[in-house]
């Protein structure tokens, strides 16, 4: 998906860095993406510092998963799925309902940097994509 500059600010902040971003192919495409959500909502699941976000999403976890898969594969590069299928990711707006101070951030980005630690075996790569989810996880941050 190219950035331009008619996007909305809350659309366009939430791409990653590079327009040509080829993090989706050097993570192994759409079966590793896959992989790696379904990882981070089972540590989410299980992480004793992940309860309280934890107890934001309901108990069934499967549309979530469903939905930062779609999101993932345009985020990284890959086929724009969650635009084509929901429109406008919207991240900021949709989550507003929930308290995300620098704690809940933190708490999202454990889960998901030990999903990345399990999953991603370049040590490079891993770093571009936990610093591409921190700026994500505190943009989306909208307590103090
Ligand atoms: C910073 C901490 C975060 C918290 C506490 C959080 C929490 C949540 C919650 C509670 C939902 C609603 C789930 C449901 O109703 O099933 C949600 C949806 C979602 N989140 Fe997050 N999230 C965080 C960060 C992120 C990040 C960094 C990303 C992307 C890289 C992301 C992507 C999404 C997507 C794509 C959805 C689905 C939106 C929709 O309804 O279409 N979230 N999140």
Redesign the pocket.
């Known amino acids: 998906m190219k950035r331009s500059p008619t996007l909305p600010l809350a659309t366009a902040v939430?791409l990653p860095a590079s327009v040509d971003n080829p993090h989706y192919r050097q993570i192994g495409g759409e079966q590793a993406v896959r992989r790696l959500v379904e990882r981070f909502y089972q540590l989410m699941d299980e992480l004793p510092e992940a309860r309280a976000?934890r107890a934001?999403?309901?108990p069934d976890?499967a549309?979530?998963k469903e939905?930062?898969f779609?999101?993932?594969s345009g985020?990284l590069g890959g086929p724009p799925l969650?635009a084509e299928r929901?429109g406008p990711?919207r991240?900021r707006q949709?989550?507003l309902p929930?308290p995300?101070d620098t704690a809940?951030?933190d708490?999202?980005?454990a889960c998901?940097n030990r999903a990345l630690e399990e999953q991603v075996s370049d040590a490079d790569l891993r770093a571009q994509l936990a610093a591409s989810?921190f700026k994500?996880?505190?943009f989306?941050?909208n307590q103090p």
């Open positions: 939430t976000i934001m999403h309901p976890l549309p979530a939905k930062l779609l999101f993932l985020w969650y929901h990711p991240l949709k989550h929930f995300i809940a951030r708490a999202w980005m998901m989810f994500t996880a505190d989306l941050r």
